[in-house]
């Protein structure tokens, strides 16, 4: 058998941070990166390409590690870090003298005139859905475990292809998103004085995707009331145990399975998927049969829709045809920001950790690995070798796991390098290119914000408000998806962010805070939809709080208050 590497993936570990001003990316990777998952980092690639496509004033998002924990940076068009931006007076020469910039100029230009964000949407809407679905659907038909090693080799590679497809297509959504939502809500800044909080509130209730898994959590729990020895097992039974006591519960929890387990917790093949954690969905129905507590009602944007219209009733017919058109485009757009998460990402991570799954299965059974789950502390390509060439991959598995050690007792600062300089301006840039960069800046803000410098010793945290609301309950720290079995019905959830599939633990709980985040980030949009408040980027609250801790949570003010 022929063993042919793979593209290398484009994040590279540094034992010293290189020059330049870095952030941790805690949003989404807020533990070190598996050395399997590096085969999906690919994301400055993408990023470069399509911020060429747009005519973006953008180079890139460059991301690195910097002693095992994810760091990036916004990368302005042409890379250079090194001197100061040139003067107001001199960017229009340049834009005429340059021709790289023309041409970007020219492509922002072409790119606003055809509505390329609109296009993307549609093409979501009408096409990369439905053939995204139909290849993930024929590559979890194979059975990987009648495929010789070599078949398993080129399932893997078709896999991990299929997974940089969907990502591609994810990041190109979420471009089209930046501009669509960044027009309406300067439009509310414009005409109503609203900021982007209550500007994006107004299209709350639109992400279905964030909250079925929840509502059907519900429907879940309402089938087990209707045994008294389900809701008995419940309370400390093995699963197998409850499923086995009534036909009727064990059936609907077989398609609650079907239709939303699949799917990946974290951005990491190392971690099981939901679907390997049968006793959590378990733990969550026993928790939604004890909350006594009402039932908050779904975030709903309509009442702000009918006040914007009110308070524009009396304007000039152009600024209200303005309204309308940026909100129709909104209302169609805001909802593409949850809802490709689970085909576009949380699905291919799945897929591609079933695959690996099943590697390190053969790896452990012919003694090339000590435990299945070893395979992950392996490159993809270290794997691939090894189940091809036969390699002992055991060292090399040692190698990786005491680094990976050395690393989580070394967490890294949130910041690396100066502080980061104020943006220049974009002052004399054509409209389309300054447009399309605002754009893409004002996602990245929304969706990872700086948090706010805290007090030590405060009684109050405060963050950037997530979703409006108060609510008080225990503190319940959850670091990561494996300490889900943590939380009771009313507790706050205190973690360092979320993924889009944590929304499953968001029907028991009284409200959630984050360590890092922004308004548009998944914790404050599933926190809006389900209507609990969210405090999200306090920069410290998994370590200034501890579990049973009594706060009230002001998702209004973006404020933690702990209670005396």
């Known amino acids: 058998m022929t063993f042919v590497p793979m593209p290398p993936a484009l994040i590279v570990d540094h034992t010293e941070p290189p020059p330049g001003s870095w952030e941790r990316e805690g949003s989404h990777f807020p533990l070190p990166l598996s050395p399997f998952a590096k085969v999906l980092m690919r994301q400055e690639e993408w990023a470069r390409e399509l911020c060429d496509e747009l005519g973006s004033l953008i180079e890139t998002v460059q991301f690195i590690e910097i002693g095992g924990w994810v760091y990036s940076r916004v990368v302005p068009f042409g890379g250079r870090f090194d001197r100061p931006p040139p003067p107001s007076w001199l960017i229009p020469i340049l834009f005429r003298a340059v021709p790289s910039i023309r041409r970007r100029i020219r492509a922002a230009k072409t790119a606003l005139d055809t509505d390329w964000a609109g296009r993307q949407i549609d093409a979501w809407y009408g096409e990369w859905h439905d053939a995204l679905g139909a290849r993930l659907a024929t590559a979890l038909a194979v059975n990987t475990t009648v495929l010789d ?52 509130s107004v299209l709350t209730g639109t992400s279905t995707s964030s909250t079925e898994a929840g509502r059907a959590l519900a429907d879940l729990a309402r089938v087990a009331g209707r045994s008294a020895q389900v809701c008995t097992l ?73 006040e914007a219209r009110a308070r524009l009733a009396t304007a ?93 007792a070394h967490p890294g600062p949130p910041t690396f390098g100066p502080p980061l300089a104020a943006r220049p301006s974009l002052r004399g840039i054509p409209v389309p290119a300054r447009t399309l960069t605002e754009d893409g800046l004002w996602l990245i803000d929304l969706v990872m914000t700086a948090p706010p410098r805290q007090q030590p010793g405060d009684q109050l945290i405060t963050g950037v408000p997530g979703a409006r609301g108060a609510a008080s309950g225990p503190v319940r720290i959850v670091m990561d998806e494996n300490e889900f079995d943590k939380l009771q019905a009313g507790d706050v959830l205190v973690c360092p962010c979320t993924s889009p599939t944590w929304s499953i633990v968001f029907p028991s709980i009284a409200a959630v805070v984050t360590d890092s985040g922004g308004i548009l980030s998944h914790p404050a949009i599933v926190a809006r939809e389900f209507g609990i408040p969210a405090v999200v980027a306090t920069g410290a609250a998994t370590t200034r709080l501890r579990d049973g801790q009594r706060v009230i949570v002001d998702g209004s003010a973006g404020s933690v208050r702990i209670e005396p």
């Open 149 to 200: 090693d070599s078949a398993l080799d080129e399932h893997l590679r078709s896999s991990i292809t299929l997974a940089h497809d969907s990502f591609i297509v994810h990041f190109r959504l979420h471009l089209a998103i930046a501009n669509v939502l960044r027009a309406f809500t300067s439009t509310c800044s414009d005409l109503l004085g609203w900021d982007d909080e209550r500007s994006l």
């Open 234 to 306: 419940l309370a400390s039974a093995p699963t197998h145990e409850v499923l086995a006591a009534d036909p009727e519960f064990a059936a609907a929890f077989s398609d609650y399975a079907e239709r939303f387990c699949f799917r990946a917790l974290t951005y990491d093949v190392r971690d099981p998927t939901l679907a390997e954690r049968p006793e959590l969905v378990l733990n969550l129905v026993r928790d939604q049969l004890a909350d006594g507590r009402p039932k908050v009602s779904p975030g709903d944007g309509a009442p702000l829709i009918a």
């Open 316 to 408: 000039p017919a152009q600024d209200r045809a303005r309204f309308e058109r940026t909100l129709t485009r909104a209302l169609r757009a805001y909802p593409v920001r949850e809802d490709n998460v689970y085909p576009t990402v949380s699905a291919p991570v799945a897929l591609l950790r079933s695959v690996g799954l099943e590697m390190g299965r053969r790896l452990a059974d012919r003694g090339q690995l000590d435990a299945i789950d070893d395979v992950f502390l392996l490159l993809a390509d270290e794997a691939r070798s090894a189940l091809l060439d036969g390699a002992d991959a055991r060292e090399i598995v040692g190698r990786h796991r005491n680094a990976r050690h050395h690393t989580l």
